[in-house]
Nanobody, 123 residues
Framework: QVQLVESGGGSVQTGGSLTLSCVVS????????MGWFRQAPGKEREGVAS???????MYAVSVKGRFTISQDPAKNTLHLQMDSLKPEDTAMYYC?????????????????WGRGTQVTVSS
């Protein structure tokens, strides 16, 4: 059974940093896309960052240059380093894993999801 458990969310001020972690069990990291998504109140869930087969990274335009996705297969962990945070980054952040590759910022390719961790950025 595949399980994803996020941690590292919290409240920070504008310009601050947070690192989200996702511990993954029952899943082989080379299986396909792994990513981070977020959903703000009243908005649709959107792809933030993804990594494909450990090498190819994609980022949403809104976070490019500020967020960095990485993975540590030896520790079964996916990370999202978030710097220069803005109030518009406030959302619930979800870790996800797919059973295939390609279109890794699209949530339709993802099969496994964590329950989320809240990030709040105040001005």
């Amino acid at each position: 059974q595949v399980q994803l458990v996020e941690s590292g969310g919290g409240s920070v001020q504008t310009g601050g940093s947070l690192t989200l972690s996702c511990v993954v069990s029952g899943y082989t990291f080379s299986s396909g896309c792994m990513g981070w998504f977020r959903q703000a109140p009243g908005k649709e869930r959107e792809g933030v960052a993804s990594i494909e087969r450990g090498t190819f990274r994609m980022y949403a335009v809104s976070v490019k240059g500020r967020f960095t996705i990485s993975q540590d297969p030896a520790k079964n962990t996916l990370h999202l380093q978030m710097d220069s945070l803005k109030p518009e980054d406030t959302a619930m952040y979800y870790c996800a894993a797919a059973r295939s590759s390609g279109a890794c910022l699209s949530e339709i390719v993802y099969y496994y999801w964590g329950r989320g961790t809240q990030v709040t950025v105040s001005s």
